[in-house]
Nanobody
Framework: VQLQASGGGFMQTGGSLRLSCTSSRGTFRGYVISWFRQAPGSEREFVAGIRWNGGNTFYKDSVRGRFTISRDIDQNTIYLQMDSLKPEDTAEYYC???????????????????WGQGTLVTVSS
């Protein structure tokens, strides 16, 4: 399974960006799909996740209310709408997926089987 992430770019504080993630498998059915990010010199951290079956969502506290993860069932695509961006949101963003993820492991990178390439988000102050 190969994941393709896109949508990163440069934005000023307060602006918005939307990231997209698609799968070579053609569907995310039965999987949890999440976005992680990694800033230079920092560990990779969980941002948001969604369970394809049912649409349950999970968020890092610092992005809750600003970021929205969603799925387009017809397009088999995951989106991360990022609003009210802050400089601390600057990072490489990765989408990841796995079929054996439970609620308690949603934020654990090692629980995911497949990763996309990163897409860089830069937010200027």
């Amino acid at each position: 399974v190969q994941l393709q992430a896109s949508g990163g770019g440069f934005m000023q504080t307060g602006g918005s960006l939307r990231l997209s993630c698609t799968s070579s498998r053609g569907t995310f059915r039965g999987y949890v799909i999440s976005w992680f990010r990694q800033a230079p010199g920092s560990e990779r951290e969980f941002v948001a996740g969604i369970r394809w079956n049912g649409g349950n969502t999970f968020y890092k506290d610092s992005v809750r209310g600003r970021f929205t993860i969603s799925r387009d069932i017809d397009q088999n695509t995951i989106y991360l709408q990022m609003d009210s961006l802050k400089p601390e949101d600057t990072a490489e963003y990765y989408c990841a997926t796995g079929s054996r993820i439970i609620t308690s492991t949603t934020g654990v990178p090692s629980a995911y089987d497949y990763w996309g390439q990163g897409t860089l988000v830069t937010v200027s102050s």
